[in-house]
């Protein structure tokens, strides 16, 4: 079993609507949760970052996170064609791994105009 | 304020030689994290340095090291390359040492032949 899950995609919305993204993690102990944005041949981009169970709304994104079901989400509402990229999903498990971030291999998001 | 900065954009080498690859972080960031993102995958930690001291090391053999210098800024060295060790490395940089927000650099793409 994979640390961090994600559904490779490609995810593919028309332009206005809301894109669903979803992850999953197997540490229980894990702490914080975040969202890169990465563009192709770029470096991650931190979108949101998320620590408390519910949701955490930011402009057009809202991380959703439920601990006890193990699973964090991002929701993009009107998609637009330059939200198509790939979305990261990572993991902090504890204070006694430091700073390392486990990643999910990426959803592929495609906006269509 | 500038972001976090990485050198050499891109290089290329081949099989057995030597790479440095370096790293300034965000001015005020004392943590610098190194991770390696091959191509379909998302990034892979391979070092944390805080205060000049390793604080975590993911799964990659001894072929890698890195160090942080006092102004905080650091490099990642890799010896004796494989054709294995071609990927986008990323350094990205945090004030804290432990479950802190990262922010990722432009990142080294490296291609050995």
């Known amino acids: 079993q994979k640390e961090v899950e994600q559904n490779s995609g490609p995810l593919s919305v028309p332009e206005g609507a809301i894109a669903s993204l979803n992850c999953t993690y197997s540490d229980r102990g894990s702490q914080s949760f975040f969202w890169y944005r990465q563009y192709s041949g770029k470096s991650p981009e931190l979108i949101m970052f998320i620590y408390s169970n519910g949701d955490k709304e930011d402009g057009r994104f809202t991380a959703q996170l439920n601990k006890a079901s193990q699973y964090v989400s991002l929701l993009i509402r009107d998609s637009q064609p330059s939200d198509s990229a790939t979305y990261l999903c990572?993991?902090?498990?504890?204070?006694?791994?430091?700073?390392?971030?486990?990643f999910g291999a990426g959803t592929i998001l495609r906006v269509k105009s | 304020d500038a972001g976090v900065t990485q050198s050499p954009t891109h290089l290329i080498k081949t099989r057995g030689q030597h790479v440095t690859l370096r790293c300034s972080p965000i001015s005020g960031h004392k943590s610098v994290s190194w991770y390696q993102q091959v191509l379909g995958q998302g990034p892979q930690f391979i070092f944390q340095y805080y205060e000049k001291e390793e604080r975590g090391r993911g799964n990659f053999p001894d072929r890698f090291s890195a160090r942080q210098f006092p102004n905080y800024s650091s490099e990642l060295n890799v010896n004796a390359l494989l054709l294995g060790d071609s990927a986008l490395y990323l350094c990205?940089?945090?004030?804290?040492?432990?479950?802190?927000?990262?922010?990722f650099g432009p990142g080294t793409r490296l291609t050995v032949l």
């Open positions: 990572a993991v902090s498990q504890g204070l006694e791994y430091g700073n390392k971030l486990v």
């Open positions: 990205a940089s945090s004030l804290r040492r432990t479950t802190d927000t990262q922010y």
